[in-house]
């Protein structure tokens, strides 16, 4: 057990995630020091064990990096390791050095920065200045202030995967639902549109779940919704997650691309069919290679593929196949996912139940990243957006839980960038939609939420919407 004891909760979160990123078979708790609440400094105290490990006073104009640097460099020399990303605890390490680049500062600047104040090793720097550059690039003629996006929710799928921890719903359970879904979807469509009239819609993307789940009626009638509603043709992208191969046909790829869908997703995971089969993916590896060509022979030049690694069972020659199939289909982005396995996941239960605390692949995690990256670089693929993962469930001893998407030039993902760089709001819509209200000026960002069950969001929808109304309606009181 780590404990810290501290003068005020104000960094309580930090020095947990760098407990347990250095140490997360150990638990963490933070105490507070009621007599060390009128200190002028920042006295800190950490015992591991039972045994002392710091005991600091830092002086009054002490700031948060430096009570972080403090612990950093205490728990790099008891575990003789280094973090990858060093004193950064939050998700999105490519902020810092985009923030700086849109001040005007150089990529030299931003280098020294993560380097020296952060403590982030060499192979990070480059990568999240790689990320930064490309963002900086691809969002810097959009009016950030007056341009929107849209996410709109489709929480079914064909099957659910042992490691998903989404709001996600077998179909063949909620088909009887699913046109009073769309009917209550429709209805936050349209009061989105009304609200947004006279913005810049820049970007839609349609995820889930699987939005292909639903049959060619129900996703045509989907698509209606959107164009009745919304000025597609004055977007930059439209994405639709097709995702599942076992449920996208010729029809449904002709719905999307009639449409006017520029952008979606064919994703394997895995290229491994027993993996597939023990993550309950109801499809097979040829299906992958049948569904991502018809996807071409439709017309699609903007295919994704998503791939995992750590899956269970997996080693490092089962993730190399799967990168060698996966180039063969020469898809325009990749992103490579790190498994972090959740509290609300069916992997996580059946692991608690089995008394197991943790999955033995975590040990490879590292040198398959670093794998696909030398990979997917020397395929023509670059970097363009990527985010850290939380380990709150404590089910990895990977600290490096990093999802990094690589696409060939022009093919990246507008969308991608926006949600993860915070640099535009994005209105949510279906259950379990998490709206980000960017309050420009402020540096500041507001969630709405939508709730996260199927039968309560077509019951509560005129509720949900109310909720964006007053969000909405309370920052355009404040700006006039």
């Known amino acids: 057990m780590i404990r810290f004891e501290i003068k005020s909760n104000e960094f309580s979160y930090d020095l947990?995630?760098?407990?347990?990123?250095?140490?997360?078979?150990?638990?963490?708790?933070?105490?507070?020091?009621?007599?060390?609440?009128?200190?002028?400094?920042?006295?800190?105290?950490?015992?591991m064990d039972?045994?002392?490990?710091?005991?600091?006073?830092?002086?009054?104009?002490?700031?948060?990096?430096q009570v972080k640097e403090l612990v950093y460099r205490c728990f790099a020399e008891e575990s003789g390791r280094l973090l990858?990303?060093?004193?950064?605890?939050?998700?999105?390490?490519?902020?810092?050095?985009?923030r700086m680049l849109m001040e005007g500062r150089t990529r030299e600047?931003?280098?020294?920065?993560?380097?020296?104040?952060?403590?982030?090793?060499?192979?990070?720097?480059?990568?999240?200045?790689?990320?930064?550059?490309?963002?900086?690039?691809?969002?810097?003629?959009?009016?950030?202030?007056?341009?929107y996006n849209i996410y709109i929710g489709i929480p079914f799928c064909p099957s659910i995967c042992q490691y998903c921890s989404f709001s996600s719903y077998d179909y063949r359970r909620y088909a009887g639902q699913a046109d009073a879904y769309l009917t209550a979807l429709?209805?936050?469509?349209?009061?989105?549109?009304?609200?947004?009239?006279?913005?810049?819609?820049?970007?839609?993307?349609?995820?889930?779940g699987t939005p292909t789940s639903l049959d060619e009626v129900r996703l045509g009638r989907l698509m209606d919704m959107i164009h009745r509603y919304l000025p597609v043709s004055e977007t930059a992208e439209f994405t639709v997650e097709a995702g599942r191969p076992d449920s996208i046909t010729r029809d449904k790829l002709r719905i999307l691309k009639d449409a006017g869908v520029t952008r979606i997703s064919v994703n394997p995971q895995t290229m491994r069919q027993r993996t597939l089969d023990l993550l309950g993916r109801r499809h097979s590896v040829e299906q992958v290679r049948e569904t991502f060509r018809l996807a071409r022979e439709m017309g699609f030049d903007n295919i994704n593929m998503d791939l995992i690694v750590g899956l269970p069972e997996e080693d490092e020659?089962?993730?190399?196949?799967?990168?060698?199939?996966?180039?063969?289909?020469?898809?325009?982005?990749?992103?490579?996912?790190?498994?972090?396995i959740k509290r609300a996941s069916r992997m996580r239960r059946e692991q608690m139940e089995q008394g197991e605390d943790m999955n033995p692949e975590d040990a490879l995690i590292p040198l398959l990243q670093e794998t696909s990256e030398?990979?997917?670089?020397?395929q023509g693929y670059e970097p363009y957006y990527m985010y850290r993962q939380k380990n709150k469930a404590g089910t990895t001893r990977n600290t490096n839980q990093e999802n990094v998407a690589y696409a060939r030039p022009g093919k990246e993902c507008l969308y991608n960038?926006?949600?993860?760089?915070?640099?535009?709001?994005?209105?949510?819509?279906?259950?379990?939609?998490?709206?980000?209200?960017?309050?420009?000026?402020?540096n500041r960002m507001e969630r709405v939420e939508n709730v996260k069950s199927v039968e309560e969001y077509i019951a509560r929808i005129d509720e949900m919407i109310e909720r964006k109304e007053k969000e909405f309606e309370m920052h355009s009181r404040m700006e006039e």
């Not at 039972?50 to 990096?65: Q, S, V």
């Not at 990858?84 to 985009?98: E, H, S, Y």
């Not at 982030?120 to 959009?142: H, I």
């Not at 535009?424 to 259950?431: P, W, Y």
């Open 109 to 147: 600047e931003a280098a020294a920065c993560l380097r020296e104040e952060y403590l982030v090793t060499e192979s990070r720097v480059r990568l999240a200045l790689d990320v930064a550059e490309k963002e900086y690039a691809l969002t810097g003629s959009f009016d950030h202030e007056n341009g």
């Open 84 to 98: 990858p990303w060093g004193i950064l605890t939050g998700i999105r390490p490519a902020k810092i050095p985009l």
């Open 417 to 442: 960038v926006f949600i993860m760089e915070e640099l535009e709001t994005i209105v949510a819509l279906g259950s379990g939609g998490s709206t980000k209200h960017v309050v420009h000026g402020e």
């Open 317 to 340: 020659e089962d993730f190399r196949h799967t990168l060698r199939e996966v180039c063969a289909l020469d898809p325009d982005s990749v992103t490579v996912h790190t498994l972090v």
């Open 16 to 47: 947990k995630a760098l407990a347990l990123s250095f140490f997360p078979e150990k638990g963490c708790e933070v105490l507070q020091r009621e007599e060390w609440r009128e200190s002028g400094g920042y006295p800190l105290r950490c015992v």
């Open 186 to 208: 429709e209805k936050e469509i349209r009061y989105t549109a009304e609200k947004f009239a006279g913005r810049e819609l820049h970007t839609i993307y349609v995820g889930g």
């Open 374 to 378: 030398i990979c997917l670089r020397q």
């Open 50 to 65: 039972g045994r002392e490990l710091i005991w600091a006073d830092l002086p009054g104009n002490y700031d948060k990096n």
